[in-house]
């Protein structure tokens, strides 16, 4: 954007206030025009200031976040950062998700102006990309009437399907996976960009909409058919094949240099390891380029690679790197994405 990004602080906290237009007033590309102490006030302030991104706390008195998410979002769709505490609002984390937020900033529990601050970088990134997102994929990042032509994938030598996503990645993979039957033939890992303690309630939520079963991803987990594992946050999640042939999930801290932990990189190259040229690689929507690197690895073995088109992705940052890389064997709508792979399987 050209202009200077607007901004609106909701919380009922006067201390994080304070601390997050610090924080974001930091940036010469942001303003600050105004804070709220509830939902109800947020409501008031987005008609009298007109921001284009709002900070959102959850837990808060007269009308919580998620209450003011799906009021405003009836009203007039803007992009929200929700900045909360997973241990007081996962749940309410999720529904604000699937009420039309952007993304969302782990508060640390320790309210301490020092832990505070260490949130900075990440908001300031995910405030300027949500500035940057089409008020139309808010509500619904997928549209019905795309084209529906089908894209042309010999299938029968898939044997594991790999998934990076981010931003926009829960409200697509609720889509997306509950499209596979029960009886799909090759396992499935997926990589989500999410804050510690928000994956395993979010596995429980795909599971329970799901043929499959969905579950975060424990050491020694084996990766079999009808299963889909997602990487426990904070945690990388690496697939190793034991002696008897057998591939099973380990979980590790290490490498230490990645931007994300769980990365997608670290996914995509223990999948190339173990399964070669037998890996479907597909990376969704989301900011950055994490998948890139892992991509070349499946690549090199002979795999195949799919990414989310640019028009049905909440942020085209994931998808944009392989394809401009030149790495991307197909470009699929995420209406089409279930489809795809399974005529590629």
Known sequence: MTSLIRVLIVDDSAFVRKVVKEMLSR??????V?????????????EELNPHVVTLDLIMPRLDG????????ARRPLPVVVVSIASESGEKALQALDA????FVQKPTALATEKVFEISEELLRKVKMAANVPVKKLIQPFRSHLSETAVPVTGGRVEGVFIGISTGGPHALKF????FPGDFPVPIAIVLHMPVGYTELFARQLDQVSLLKVKEAREGDVFSPGTVLIA???RHLILKKSASGTVMAHLSARPFDTVHRPSVDVLFDSAAAV????????????????????VGAIKKKGGLIFTESEETCVVYGMPR?????GLSDYQVPLNQMAKTIRDAV
């Open 100 to 103: 039309g937020a952007v993304d």
């Open 275 to 294: 399964f070669g040229g037998r890996s479907l690689g597909v990376v969704m929507t989301g900011m950055g380029s994490d998948g890139l690197k892992g």
């Open 321 to 325: 790197s392989v394809v401009e890389a």
């Open 34 to 46: 105004g804070t709220a102490r509830d939902g109800l006030e947020a409501l008031e302030k987005v």
């Open 27 to 32: 940036s010469p590309f942001i303003e600050v």
């Open 232 to 234: 426990a946050a904070g």
């Open 66 to 73: 998620v209450g003011f998410l799906l009021e405003q979002m």
């Open 176 to 179: 997306m996976i509950p499209q």
